[in-house]
């Protein structure tokens, strides 16, 4: 995280500069009313760089992209071309790691503490603190539920409508590990790739979404 007073004069000028440069970049793709959109990226990403102080378990590898967030940060608000798209999906699926056991074997009580524990990775928490997937946040999970997102679909009856068999059950568990394996540069988190999620807590959760007495299906 940043903290405005540790912010240098030289990493708040270029958060300036970044920013007049982003606006000129939208002015044109190059030439004399502005920079290129790559270079506006480019520099902005400096002026992060700059400015970005460590703070607890959040330090500046944060800003660091590996090759998926990069094409995905180039086609931000464009649509992703399907060979490209297709190449990620495939290398994405590959890397996914199955549990050991070929049954689902989760809890779905606890995948619903997990499903509304929006703690994790950030500065205040301590190295190896359990964190939560926050599923509110994009999803609708229950009925009863006053407040909820909705970037993605509604998880309400997600097991009565799909069954609970080992093939939706494995396909929910990549799903929830690496939802890019499904739908390159999606917006939802790799949760067990970047191990936001342990695998057993990914079992929790696709109990949760699966489980006939879970609250999900009720």
Known sequence: MMNKKN???????????AVALAGCAGMGSSGSNGISDAEAAR?????MKASFVTSGIAS??????DELQRICTEYAGKEVPKDIAGKIEKAQLSAIVMPAT??????????????QNGRGLTFSDKAGDVGGGNCYACHQI???EI????IGPSLYN?????????????YTYKKIYNAQAFSACSNMPRFGH???LTQAQIMDLVALLLDPKSPVNQ
């Not at 997600?158 to 494995?170: H, S, V």
């Open 194 to 196: 970047q191990k936001i």
């Open 43 to 47: 520099l902005a990403q400096e002026s």
């Open 147 to 150: 407040s909820y997102g909705n």
């Open 102 to 115: 070929d049954t689902p074997n989760g809890s779905w009580q606890e995948g619903e503490k997990i499903a």
């Open 60 to 65: 500046i590898d944060r800003l660091t992209q």
């Open 142 to 144: 229950a009925p009863q």
């Open 158 to 170: 997600y097991g009565k409508l799909r069954g609970q068999g080992k093939e939706i059950a494995d």
């Open 7 to 17: 912010i240098s004069m030289a990493g708040a000028a270029l958060i300036a500069l």
